[in-house]
Nanobody, 125 residues
């Protein structure tokens, strides 16, 4: 099994910055694509950025140029640098990872998806 734990959320004024982290832990696994989702109050959860194992990143239009996704595969950590935050960025932010598990001798490998528990980001106007 793999666990994802986010950190770095909080309250910030409009125009401010935050950096989120998502650390994966477990044993005998390899992380493939990772992503950030967010769920604004009263709305559906939405994908707004992902990054492949090779480092190719994608962004939704409303965060492009303000948010930067990155990863450190040595530390099994996903990052999100958020700049020029707006009140409409207020949401619960969750990381997601496609993980190849079962890489130990005699184990059966499988690709599974894992979610973090989420971290609240609140941007005041």
């Amino acid at each position: 099994q793999v666990q994802l734990v986010e950190s770095g959320g909080g309250l910030v004024q409009a125009g401010g910055s935050l950096r989120l982290s998502c650390v994966a832990s477990g044993s005998r696994f390899m992380i493939n694509t990772m992503a950030w989702y967010r769920q604004p109050p009263g709305k559906e959860r939405e994908l707004f950025s992902n990054i492949t194992r090779g480092g190719v990143s994608n962004y939704a239009d409303d965060v492009k140029g303000r948010f930067t996704i990155s990863r450190d595969d040595v530390k099994n950590t996903l990052y999100l640098e958020m700049n020029n935050l707006k009140p409409e960025d207020t949401a619960v932010y969750c990381c997601y990872a496609f993980v190849l598990v079962g890489l130990g001798f005699g184990e059966e490998a499988a690709m599974n998806g894992y979610w973090g528990q989420g971290t609240q980001v609140t941007v005041s106007s």
